[in-house]
T-cell receptor, first 111, second 119 residues
Framework: GQNIDQPTEMTATEGAIVQINCTYQ??????LFWYQQHAGEAPTFLSY????GLEEKGRFSSFLSRSKGYSYLLLKELQMKDSASYLC????????????FGPGTRLSVLP | DAGVIQSPRHEVTEMGQEVTLRCKPI?????LFWYRQTMMRGLELLIY????????DSGMPEDRFSAKMPNASFSTLKIQPSEPRDSAVYFC?????????????????FGDGTRLSIL
C-alpha cells in the first residue's frame, strides 16, 4: 500500500525558518519530490531527493532518510509569497514513473 | 519554452453531458499523467501513459471516465455521462523518463489545470 502523511496546516512569521515534515510508507521507492502549489495554480517542482541527506537550493532545503521513511522541507528567510501548499510526492515502482502525492501542508506566512 | 497546455481552463456543464478535457505535453516528454484534485481527496492520479501507451489506469474512478493518447503531443480525458461529484480541478502533467527501472530526477511538470463544475 501507499501512505504519505504531512501536517495539514502550519503558520510562521516573515523572516523565520519553517520545517515541513513528510512521512511515507510505499511499496517501492525511486525518489521523493517536493512541490509548491499556490491557491488556484498548478503544483511547481521544488526539490528532489533519492539518497539520504540534505539537498540545498537557495532558501529551500530538503532532507531524506530512507530507513525512517521521512523527509522534510526547510524554508529559510520566509517571505509572504511563500504562503502556499507544499506537497510531498514519492516515486514508487513501475519503472519509477508514477508519483503518489501526500495531502499537502498549507503554510501561512504572517507579517 | 512552452509548458504543458490544457484546455479548457474552466468548464461548467449540466450533469449527464459529455465533458472532454485536452492536454498537450511538453515536447520531448515521453510520459503523461492525468490527476484530479479536490479539497477532500487531494491530488489523485487517474491514469498515466508512457510512449502513448496507457500503463496504469487503476485510478480511473469508473467506466464513465476514459483517456486516450493518440500521439505524443495530445491526450484527452473524457467523462460521459458527467455527474456533480466529478466537479474538481483536473491537471495534466508530463515528464521525461530517462532510464527505465533506474533512478531519474526528472520531475513532473503540470499544466494550469481545468476547473470543472458539473451542475
Amino acid at each position: 500500500g501507499q501512505n504519505i502523511d504531512q501536517p495539514t496546516e502550519m503558520t510562521a512569521t516573515e523572516g523565520a525558518i519553517v520545517q515541513i515534515n513528510c512521512t511515507y510508507q510505499t511499496s517501492g521507492f525511486n525518489g521523493l519530490f517536493w512541490y509548491q502549489q499556490h491557491a488556484g495554480e498548478a503544483p511547481t517542482f521544488l526539490s528532489y531527493n533519492v539518497l539520504d541527506g540534505l539537498e540545498e537550493k537557495g532558501r529551500f532545503s530538503s532532507f531524506l532518510s530512507r530507513s525512517k521513511g521521512y523527509s522534510y522541507l526547510l524554508l529559510k528567510e520566509l517571505q509572504m509569497k511563500d504562503s502556499a501548499s507544499y506537497l510531498c510526492a514519492v516515486r514508487g515502482d513501475n519503472y519509477g514513473q508514477n508519483f503518489v502525492f501526500g495531502p499537502g501542508t498549507r503554510l501561512s506566512v504572517l507579517p | 519554452d512552452a509548458g504543458v497546455i490544457q484546455s479548457p481552463r474552466h468548464e461548467v456543464t449540466e450533469m449527464g453531458q459529455e465533458v472532454t478535457l485536452r492536454c498537450k505535453p511538453i515536447s520531448g516528454h515521453n510520459s503523461l499523467f492525468w490527476y484530479r484534485q479536490t479539497m477532500m481527496r487531494g491530488l489523485e492520479l487517474l491514469i498515466y501513459f508512457n510512449n502513448n501507451v496507457p500503463i496504469d489506469d487503476s485510478g480511473m474512478p469508473e467506466d464513465r471516465f476514459s483517456a486516450k493518447m493518440p500521439n505524443a503531443s495530445f491526450s484527452t480525458l473524457k467523462i460521459q455521462p458527467s455527474e456533480p461529484r466529478d466537479s474538481a480541478v483536473y491537471f495534466c502533467a508530463s515528464s521525461l523518463v530517462l532510464v527505465a527501472g533506474g533512478y531519474s530526477n526528472q520531475p513532473q511538470h503540470f499544466g494550469d489545470g481545468t476547473r470543472l463544475s458539473i451542475l
